[in-house]
């Protein structure tokens, strides 16, 4: 099931050059989100992240398109620019929808993290976070089409 064994983590480490925060935090948000929407992986969902255009921000989008499967390839994630990190995942099958940001708590984290080093334990720290309700802001899935009843 998706990037939440060692080996995978490795894997995912060996593709994108080193372990950082915003890598796992890319991993954990698309895993999330793929298990909330039920969407599966690769083709029937798309991506849109705003707020990771520099690294390390943007080191979060490796690991999205790792967990999501979406890739700028097949052209379903995008990014955009935005003053904080978000992240929306649609479901292409049936609209359902989904937003993640980072807790303040995290962010606060993330800003103290500012060494190799402490960048690097604090990632190995999220990634065994099993309850990601602690680390994301999560909106609940809706479907596009109920919004305006
Ligand atoms: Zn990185």
Same mark, same amino acid.
């Given at each position: 099931?998706?990037?939440? @064994? @060692?080996? !995978?983590?490795? /894997? ?23 298990? *909330?929407? *039920? !969407? ?13 255009? *520099? ?5 979060? +989008?490796?690991?999205?398109?790792? @967990? ?18 978000? +992240? /929306? ?15 303040? @708590?995290?962010?606060? /984290? ?9 960048? /690097? ?12 309700? *602690? ?8 479907? +596009? ?5």
């Amino acid at each position: 099931m998706g990037y939440n @064994s @060692s080996s !995978s983590l490795n /894997e995912a480490v060996r593709f994108h050059g080193h372990l950082g925060p915003y890598l796992i935090l890319g991993i954990l948000a698309g895993n999330t989100a793929v298990r *909330k929407l *039920k !969407s599966g992986k690769y083709f029937n969902l798309y991506v849109k992240v705003w707020g990771a255009y *520099k690294k390390p921000k943007s080191c979060l +989008i490796d690991g999205l398109q790792l @967990s999501t499967g979406a890739t700028y390839g097949k052209g379903n994630i995008e990014k955009l620019k935005g003053r904080s990190i978000w +992240i /929306e995942v649609t479901n292409l099958s049936n609209s359902g929808r989904i937003r993640l940001s980072l807790k303040e @708590s995290l962010v606060a /984290e993330l800003k103290a993290a500012n060494t190799h080093r402490a960048a /690097e334990v604090l990632a190995k720290k999220l990634y065994k976070i099993k309850n990601c309700a *602690k680390i994301f802001k999560l909106s609940p899935v809706t479907k +596009i089409n109920n919004n305006n009843p």
